[in-house]
């Protein structure tokens, strides 16, 4: 092999070796940065017990705690609980079931707008049988906590 094949191997090795470093970099660096966000809003989610129409912020309530247990069994994380831009609303739905319903929290640096909180989802809770369903408006209606993970974590 010539001096000049060497030289223009060694360049080519040196291009592919900066180029690779680059390439690391960037990705630590957006990683690093999502990794930042995240934890910008991670906390606990407000937990908000609705009784004839009124708000109260509380700690625990066995309902959620129901409700993480139930996931846990079904292998669907519950991570919604330590993202303080959640709110879970728990109140009365009908004479047989609780609702723990997921909504967005907009206030206090979590983005979207602050003058609303969407709701993501809602479970139902049998009160008697501790039974949770998962609550759709279209086209399911309600199902098992068990159908809707199949469903939402094929």
């Known amino acids: 092999m010539t001096r000049s094949k060497k030289v223009k191997k060694l360049m080519k090795l040196k291009l592919v070796l900066i180029i690779s470093i680059l390439v690391i970099a960037v990705v630590v660096v957006f990683f690093g940065v999502r990794y930042q ?78 003058e609303s909180s969407p709701r993501y989802d809602t479970f139902l809770i049998d009160k008697n049988t501790k039974e949770v369903f998962y609550y759709n408006f279209y086209p399911e209606g309600t199902v098992t906590l068990g159908e809707w993970a199949k469903q939402m974590y094929k």
């Open 37 to 114: 966000e995240q934890q910008k809003y991670k906390g606990t989610a407000g937990l908000i017990l609705i009784t004839n129409g009124k708000f109260e912020d509380v700690k625990s309530n066995e309902y959620v705690d129901i409700l993480k247990e139930k996931l846990k069994a079904q292998n669907v994380s519950y991570k919604w609980f330590e993202f303080r831009c959640n709110e879970f609303w728990i109140k009365q739905w009908d004479v047989q079931y609780m609702s723990v319903e997921r909504h967005g929290y907009h206030q206090d640096g979590c983005p979207g707008d602050p």
